[in-house]
């Protein structure tokens, strides 16, 4: 079977007719929705009423408990989702969805520190703030939790109909109910551990009695869960910081996958940006957003988090894409404790990652999970990857995807993985594994984000002025770190990291005279702090060669300096003091 392609699913109105024709669009009452008029429809649901655009979806979860919380297809579902759900295990993608259900002990478990409660009196807050693709909002004085997911290109749309909400003169007020303390629920240490044999993933966390079921008659002792990412396409109604400690608890080992965005050379509507800068930054941000979700969850530090880039037609620019994107991922993952991994088809991203394993320019991910639907239970790579790359316990083979297996009396459509893994200890960062070559050093400053900021954030921590571990975000102890720098060198101290201040954090260190013919590090501060200070790349390979000669040159005739393109101490006064 060739690697993994997962489901693509776009909407038409040819396929709404489709599905509605063959019954798998529910029916609702006459209280759940209206005839459709101006392109909207109105929908009501336990005294709360919104109005959604005529074309989406409305599935009545009460009369079809098993239908699968898609979010790739727009739709409001209505009740609460079932723990048991007849879920493809690929639906990797998302437009719009709605979820209107009753505030419940079972659903306040999945509210987080994100949710809003809306006003008394009041059916929406236009202050609700979106989590990882994600707005959820407490709705009391109806007694319902109204959870939102979409895209950024479908925020604003679902934005205005949650703008529309207003209580009917049946709502009754609920509380939201107490949850329990999430700092008393965690997993039972670092996930997925230490482990050899098998597991599987699907699209949602499947239910207590399934995963009990399946411990006791299933050859699986690991599961792969969806926790995080704004381009998920199933809703994760069984996902609890509970859930988490049952299953590691019983035994289990949790793959947390988080499912962001995906190559630019793929027709998904969520790619990561062609510029490899962006896509470090982008990269960054999903992290934190993994972390963030896995705290949530109990998954404590010193876990791996795996980000899912699905199988791509892989160009030049597509790989340095994707391997920028994995960086930020594993700089933040680092700074945060937790271990990075990386699931891809081996035929394209895991064989990119594999052909720059050695590449300083990129942060090398923990672990690979790799979809190669062989057939074989092993963490053999075959042609993709060497054997000597991750092979300290490092790798994830899915060797069969999409099938159903039944343990106990429960179904679940699944992919088939074998896992070879051990607890490590995420790296501390530093400035050794950090890349501060780049062919232009631009300003950066508080909000900033990306590799330049970690280079800035290690050389300045270097430099005696600790910004704290480098993140690659551009915040308060960054932007007091800098003034701090900027300060002990007479610079302008404003904070803000521009060609100056770059010259003089690039060239810091020993000043031994160079010329033509000497080569080593001292040099590569001298191409670094050139290419900062005359706005032009100079190539940064620690030769001093033809080309380094006529760049001292240059920079000397315009401070005034001798030009006679060797460094010594006049010109390294110079390049420390910024000029």
């Given amino acids: 079977m060739p690697p993994r392609t997962r489901w693509r699913v ?61 979010l790739d297809i727009p739709t409001v579902y209505l009740g609460e989702p079932s723990d048991e759900n007849d879920c493809p295990a690929h639906v990797i993608g998302r437009t719009a969805a709605v979820i209107i259900e009753p505030l419940t002990p079972r659903s306040a478990a999945r509210t987080t520190p994100a949710t809003a409660r809306t006003p008394h009196g009041k059916a929406t807050t236009p202050t609700a703030a979106s989590s990882d693709g994600t707005i959820q909002l407490a709705v009391e004085d109806a007694g319902v939790l109204v959870t939102a997911a979409h895209t950024p290109h479908t925020e604003n749309l679902v934005r205005r109909v949650l703008a529309s909400a207003e209580l009917t003169p049946g709502a009754q007020r609920t509380e939201l109910p107490p949850t329990r303390d999430r700092a008393a ?38 599961v792969g869960v969806y926790i995080s990412g704004s381009f998920r396409g199933c809703a994760q109604p ?110 394209s991203g895991i064989r990119d990652a594999a052909a720059e394993y050695d590449n300083s320019a990129y942060t090398r991910v923990d672990h690979i999970f790799y979809a190669w639907w062989n057939g074989a239970a092993d963490t053999n790579t075959g042609t993709y990857v060497p054997a ?26 699944i992919d088939r993985d074998y896992l070879d893994v051990a607890t490590g200890t995420p790296p501390q960062p530093g400035c ?14 508080s909000g900033s984000t990306g590799p330049l900021v970690t280079a800035a954030q290690c050389l300045l921590k270097a430099a005696g002025h600790d910004p704290g571990a480098p993140d690659g975000v551009f915040g308060t102890a960054t932007t007091t770190a800098t003034k701090n720098f900027q300060s002990s060198k007479q610079l302008t101290a404003d904070g803000v990291i521009g060609p100056r201040t770059w010259t003089a954090l690039l060239s810091r260190g020993t000043t031994p005279t160079l010329q033509n013919g000497s080569t080593g590090e001292a040099v590569t501060r001298v191409q670094r702090a050139l290419t900062a200070a005359l706005g032009r790349t100079v190539t940064t390979d620690g030769v001093f060669g033809s080309g380094t000669t006529q760049a001292v040159r240059d920079y000397q005739a315009a401070r005034g300096l001798t030009s006679d393109g060797i460094v010594g101490s006049a010109t390294w006064t110079a390049l420390q003091a910024g000029r």
């Fill in 10 to 70: 776009r909407v038409h109105t040819a396929l709404l007719a489709l599905l509605a024709g063959t019954g798998a669009l529910a029916a609702p009452g006459p209280a759940a929705a209206d005839t459709p008029s101006d392109n909207q429809r109105t929908i009501s649901y336990h005294g709360y009423r919104i109005q959604a655009p005529a074309d989406w979806r409305v599935v009545d979860l009460t009369e079809n408990p098993r239908a699968c919380p898609r």
């Fill in 185 to 222: 629920q965690a997993a039972a240490g670092p996930q997925p551990g230490t482990y050899l044999g098998k597991g599987f993933d699907a699209c949602t966390a499947p239910s207590q009695a399934a995963m009990n079921a399946w411990q006791t008659s299933s050859p699986y002792s690991a």
């Fill in 238 to 347: 069984n996902l609890t910081a509970s859930w988490v400690t049952n299953q590691t608890d019983n035994g289990w080992h949790l793959i947390p996958i988080d499912v962001g965005r995906q190559a630019p050379c793929t027709s998904y509507s969520l790619k990561m940006s062609t510029d490899p800068a962006t896509a470090r930054s982008q990269g960054v941000t999903a992290a934190a957003a993994a972390i963030t979700a896995a705290a949530n969850l109990g998954i404590p530090p010193g876990s791996a988090l795996y980000s899912d880039i699905e199988a791509y037609s892989s160009t030049a620019t597509c790989k340095a894409a994707v391997l920028s994107y994995l960086s930020g991922w594993t700089e933040r993952l680092h700074s945060g404790g937790y271990l990075s991994g990386f699931y891809s088809s081996a035929a």
């Fill in 388 to 413: 000597t790359h991750w092979s300290g316990h490092q790798r994830i083979h899915q060797y069969v995807g999409e099938v159903t297996e039944s343990y106990g009396g429960y179904s679940i459509n």
């Fill in 432 to 445: 050794t594994t950090t890349n501060l070559n780049f062919t232009a050093y631009g300003t950066i400053q």
